[in-house]
């Protein structure tokens, strides 16, 4: 019971103040306020000092107009034509190479196969393995 009558007493009190000085140091809060002023004013200052420095040590040219609608083109030579094809082009390649027989170098009797053919000899041989290091160390002796 006492303890709810110093509780109901604390918040009288509270209410003549204004506000509850318990909870809520309002010294350090306007303190907390100034020097988060003071650090904003100081970083518009800097972020203004930046800005005015590049804009005369970096010209940008003339702006460009809202009123133009064409795209402009890079200098000659254009290598592409038309990129679209090229790539289409390129595709087709590629997938030939995949799908067919070919010698990749000749001299050296190295050559292409197609995937699917590839992958069934994989799963008729097995995946190459080197030997043990124990078995060529016997050998060695």
């Not at 082009?89 to 990749?104: H, I, K, S």
């Amino acid at each position: 019971m006492e303890t709810s009558r110093a509780a109901e007493q604390a918040m009288r009190d509270a209410r003549k103040q204004g506000y509850e000085r318990r909870d809520a140091d309002v010294r350090k809060l306007v303190q907390f306020g100034f020097w988060l002023a003071v650090i904003l004013v100081v970083v518009l200052l800097a972020m203004h000092w930046v800005f005015s420095y590049y804009a005369k040590s970096q010209q940008l040219g003339p702006p460009a107009s809202p009123f133009e609608n064409a795209r402009v083109l890079p200098p000659a030579p254009r290598l592409q034509a038309n990129p679209r094809q090229d790539l289409l082009g390129y595709r087709e390649q590629q997938q030939r190479e995949l799908e067919t027989y070919g010698w990749v170098d000749q001299p050296n009797g190295v050559v292409r196969i197609p995937i699917d053919r590839a992958m069934d000899l994989l799963l008729q041989r097995g995946l190459p393995t080197r030997a043990a290091p124990a078995a060529a160390e016997k050998k060695a002796e």
